[in-house]
Nanobody, 124 residues
Framework: QVHLVESGGGSVQAGGSLRLSCAAS????????MGWFRQASGKTREGVAT???????YYPDSVKGRFTISKDNAKNTLYLQMNSLKPEDTAMYYC??????????????????WGQGTQVTVSS
């Protein structure tokens, strides 16, 4: 059974940083495209970072230059380093995995696997 468990969320002031972690188990972690998406109250899901199995990363313009996705295949752990946080970054953040990287990045559909989420709140 696949499990994705996020941690590291919290409350910070604008300009601050947070690092999210996602522990994965139950599947061949290194074969999947991994990513993070967020959903703020009343808004649609937004993919914020995607990393391909070979390591290439993609970000939307809204977070490019501020967020960095990385992974440790040996630990089956995915990370999201978030710097220069803004109030509009406030949302529930989810770790996700899918064999189709483009869908994961665009959030055109729900990913194959996702975790329970961790809340990030940025105050001005």
């Amino acid at each position: 059974q696949v499990h994705l468990v996020e941690s590291g969320g919290g409350s910070v002031q604008a300009g601050g940083s947070l690092r999210l972690s996602c522990a994965a188990s139950g599947y061949t972690y290194s074969n999947y495209c991994m990513g993070w998406f967020r959903q703020a109250s009343g808004k649609t899901r937004e993919g914020v970072a995607t990393i391909h199995p070979e390591g290439s990363a993609y970000y939307p313009d809204s977070v490019k230059g501020r967020f960095t996705i990385s992974k440790d295949n040996a630990k089956n752990t995915l990370y999201l380093q978030m710097n220069s946080l803004k109030p509009e970054d406030t949302a529930m953040y989810y770790c996700a995995a899918d064999s189709h990287c483009a869908s994961l990045a665009s959030m055109s559909r729900l990913p194959r696997y996702w975790g329970q989420g961790t809340q990030v709140t940025v105050s001005s």
